[in-house]
Nanobody
Framework: QVQLVESGGGLVQAGGSLRLSCAASGRTFTNYVMAWFRQAPGKEREFVAR????????YYSASVKGRFTISRDNAKNTVYLQMNSLRPEDTAVYYCAARSVILSTYDYWGQGTQVTVSS
C-alpha cells in the first residue's frame, strides 16, 4: 500500500524558510513523478513543483520559481521542498503527490501539512 507522509510544516515569519519532507513507501517510485501541491483557505488546490524520481528533472510554478527548491533522496525514499523567502500568500496546506510517468493525473496523495507565514 502506497503511503506518502508529509512533515515539516509550521509557523514562520515572512522572509523565513521551511523545509517540507515527504516520506514515500509501499512501492518502487523509479518511474514516478513526485510533486507538491498546496491549497489555501477558500481557494482551489494549485501545483507548486514536481520532480522526476529517476532523472531528477524539476519544474516549478511561476509563483514559487526562484524561491522554492524540490529535491529527492533516493536512499531515503523522500522528497523535499525547501521554501525560502516565504510570503504570507504562501500560507496553505501543502500536499505531496505521486503519479506514474505515463499518466497525467496524480493518484497518490499525502495527508497534508500546514504552512503559515505571518506578515
Amino acid at each position: 500500500q502506497v503511503q506518502l507522509v508529509e512533515s515539516g510544516g509550521g509557523l514562520v515569519q515572512a522572509g523565513g524558510s521551511l523545509r517540507l519532507s515527504c516520506a514515500a513507501s509501499g512501492r518502487t517510485f523509479t518511474n514516478y513523478v513526485m510533486a507538491w501541491f498546496r491549497q489555501a483557505p477558500g481557494k482551489e488546490r494549485e501545483f507548486v513543483a514536481r520532480i522526476s524520481w529517476s532523472s531528477g528533472s524539476t519544474y516549478y510554478s511561476a509563483s514559487v520559481k526562484g524561491r522554492f527548491t524540490i529535491s529527492r533522496d533516493n536512499a531515503k525514499n523522500t522528497v523535499y521542498l525547501q521554501m525560502n523567502s516565504l510570503r504570507p500568500e504562501d500560507t496553505a496546506v501543502y500536499y505531496c503527490a505521486a503519479r506514474s510517468v505515463i499518466l497525467s493525473t496524480y493518484d497518490y496523495w499525502g495527508q497534508g501539512t500546514q504552512v503559515t507565514v505571518s506578515s
